[in-house]
């Protein structure tokens, strides 16, 4: 299992429009960052979480040249905004995209990109398949998914976990229920927005508290804001085994636990 990092930026991503601070203007291409999203390559299918408003330049960057499937954690815009840009991959392959996610975000799905489901459809809208999904494991492509409910203040938002992967974004917390099913993850993908404290997400200090309650051999921050601090400065002051992320970090799952043991 391979995961792409496509973007570990917040909402608004890195650099902010106007913005003159020292993280914003920083020469450093781990201090750019697009809305959050990873590619994950399992045994030869491509999955992509999310599809904020960079998904098509993603795409294009990591030349990707066919996707499978999409997971939504949730209908925020910065998560499923760039969702038409899958009809080039429909075009290539000549086939729907299955995209998987709750009942609510299939409602924003219908009202954001409302031509992909109307009755007589223009040429060339995307072919979109939704597949509703909970908080049961589902199987795809042969493997068992374990959706992980966390809450972005009062919203419920799903991660994944895929084996020793888990992946989420959006938390600010997670119950007792939804930690069992994250225990034994080898590596842990989880928010950490800034430093100081926020309604809706994880703080840099409650990522850290959260990550050593899971106990994962790895830990990667992603959905940074450019209030965290510059990269190189902030990874620091990270305890062991946790990282933050950047755009194009990849990591072969297998080898990365290998190298860790």
Same mark, same amino acid.
């Given at each position: 299992?391979?995961?792409?990092?496509? #973007? @570990?930026?917040?909402?608004?991503?890195?650099?902010?429009?106007?913005?003159?601070?020292?993280?914003?203007?920083?020469?450093?291409? +781990?201090?750019?960052? $697009?809305?959050s999203s990873v590619l994950?390559?399992? #045994? #030869?299918? =491509?999955?992509?979480?999310?599809?904020?408003?960079?998904?098509?330049?993603?795409?294009?960057?990591? !030349?990707? @040249? !066919?996707?499978?499937?999409? $997971?939504f954690t949730h209908a925020h815009k910065d998560h499923l905004a760039g969702l038409d840009d899958v009809r080039a991959f429909n075009r290539q392959q000549g086939a729907a995209i299955d995209i998987y996610g709750t009942t609510d975000v299939h409602e924003a799905l219908k009202r954001e990109f409302y031509y992909a489901f109307s009755a007589k459809k223009y040429p060339g809208v995307p072919? $979109?398949? $939704? !597949?509703?999904?909970?908080?049961?494991?589902?199987?795809?492509?042969?493997?068992e998914i374990t959706p992980i409910e966390v809450m972005h203040y009062m919203m419920p938002v799903l991660?994944?976990?895929? #084996?020793?992967?888990?992946?989420?974004?959006?938390? +600010? @917390?997670? =119950?007792d229920t939804e930690i069992r099913k994250i225990t034994g993850t080898k590596i842990l993908v989880v928010n950490a927005l800034q430093r100081d404290s926020h309604i809706s997400h994880f703080t840099l200090d409650e990522a850290i508290a959260f990550a050593r309650r899971i106990g994962a051999e790895q830990t990667y921050f992603t959905h940074i804001s450019h209030r965290l601090g510059? !990269? =190189?400065?902030?990874?620091?002051?990270l305890p062991a085994g946790i990282f933050l992320a950047y755009d194009g970090l990849t990591l072969d799952v297998h080898e990365a636990l290998d190298e860790s043991s």
């Open positions: 299992m391979i995961i792409r990092f496509l #973007g @570990t930026g917040t909402s608004q991503g890195v650099p902010v429009i106007a913005c003159d601070c020292p993280i914003c203007t920083s020469p450093n291409a +781990k201090d750019r960052r $697009l809305r994950i390559e399992l #045994g #030869g299918r =491509n999955i992509v979480i999310d599809t904020g408003p960079d998904f098509r330049y993603q795409m294009l960057r990591e !030349h990707v @040249t !066919h996707l499978d499937a999409v $997971l072919l $979109l398949d $939704l !597949h509703e999904i909970t908080s049961t494991p589902f199987t795809l492509f042969g493997r991660g994944f976990r895929i #084996g020793e992967f888990t992946y989420i974004t959006d938390a +600010k @917390t997670v =119950n510059l !990269h =190189n400065e902030v990874q620091q002051e």
